[in-house]
């Protein structure tokens, strides 16, 4: 169950859309490790890799870290860096936490934005990988669905790190 910040009606569509994230990240990121193996072994046995692997790893490991940051998010997991405010009151560093989300919140959001720039400039050029021939386009959607999460879970723990309500993430 979703605790404090991701609890009610908005909380938790955020805590189980980043689980769900996470998951199929986690998903991604192992199936792109089984290629690898599979390829590798080709390569040894058979002499004949996987055609294209690398173009899979490069676009797949993208897809799936953007999956990821979410769940990193919710857990605020990201690094921080506090030795210049251990001093200060709790109240005080849960309100520069809160000062800190609504910047990286910021951050996330003109990521993402260029993002959708870049996969409108993707998709109108029919860019392609070069030795499959695949659309490069559908590899941004899953790190922009990252991004918009982390983008809704930043403001959700900004406000209620301002507020003052900061509860232990679930």
Known sequence: MAAGV????????????????????????????LLTVASVLGRV??????PGDFELMENGIAAGVGLL??????????VIVDFMT????????RRLDGVAALLFAALFALLLWRGLIGAEDTFRSDEQT?????????????????????????????FADLAGRREPAP
């Open 6 to 33: 991701f609890a009610g009606p908005v909380g938790r569509p955020l805590w189980l859309a980043a689980v769900a994230a996470a998951g199929a990240g986690g998903a991604l990121l192992m199936g792109l490790a």
């Open 45 to 50: 046995l058979f002499n004949q890799p996987i």
């Open 69 to 78: 940051l979410p769940y990193a998010q919710v857990k605020r997991g990201h």
């Open 86 to 93: 251990s001093w200060a009151p709790p109240s005080w560093r």
């Open 130 to 158: 070069v030795i499959l021939g695949w659309p490069i386009w559908p590899f941004f959607l899953p790190v922009l669905l990252g991004l918009l999460l982390s983008t809704l879970i930043l403001l959700r723990q900004a």
